[in-house]
């Protein structure tokens, strides 16, 4: 349902959904009215509007997809997090909030990187040196993974894995008891290779 209304509705792909785009879907399923290109096989997965508790089922599943889909790599950031779930349990009360999201848009990122470079020291001070380097790789790290500090702090080699052509990572999640993997993109697992030479 929810990929019908990005699709039809929206004219985005998930990936491009913003907080806004969100508040939207949830209040489109209090009053579902569904637009000519949708398929007509499909109607029968919206006939009416949501009652409150499946409103809210809905916003924490798909709150949870994200936020898997956002952990794992699959995309840059959880639209979801902008959205108050106190709203989305009585959603005539949905308020957007201002929270602070686990990305940084692309403009910061490349100036953040073209800062980092700038910094770098001369090669005769070694101690400026390793400080320089640890500090390009825990912040490109941290970019690419979307891992915690917490999590990146306590990661060791061992916790590396590579199977079907792919690099995780195996780290305690906060709040969690169980390891869980994180997928590592070429570019982290780049800049950890240059930081271990």
């Given amino acids: 349902r929810f990929v019908l209304w990005s699709i039809h509705v929206q004219k985005k792909p998930i990936s491009g959904l913003a907080g806004e ?21 499909k109607t029968k997965i919206i006939k009416r509007k949501l009652g409150n508790s499946s409103h809210r089922q809905a916003f924490v599943i798909l709150s949870g997809l994200f936020g898997y889909l956002t952990d794992n790599g699959y995309l840059s950031g ?13 959603s005539q009360k949905e308020q957007i909030l201002a929270s602070r999201e686990r990305y940084i848009p692309v403009p910061l ?9 700038q910094s770098k020291p001369s090669p005769n001070k070694y101690c400026a040196k390793m400080a320089y380097e640890r500090i390009r790789f825990v912040i490109h790290f941290l970019y690419w993974t979307a891992l915690r500090r917490s999590e990146l702090a306590t990661a060791t080699m061992n916790n590396f894995r590579y199977e079907d052509d792919l690099w995780t990572l195996k780290v305690k999640g906060k709040g969690r008891s169980t390891l869980e993997s994180v997928v590592v993109l070429e570019p982290a697992m780049k800049i950890l290779a240059d930081y271990r030479i």
Avoid at 21 to 39: F, G, Q
Avoid at 78 to 90: D, L
């Fill in 21 to 41: 785009d969100i508040r939207d879907y949830l209040t489109w399923l209090m009053n579902p009215v569904l637009p000519e290109d949708w398929p007509k096989s």
């Fill in 78 to 90: 959880n639209p979801f997090k902008a959205i108050s779930k106190t709203g989305a349990a009585r």
């Fill in 109 to 117: 990122w490349e100036w953040l990187k073209d800062y980092i470079e």
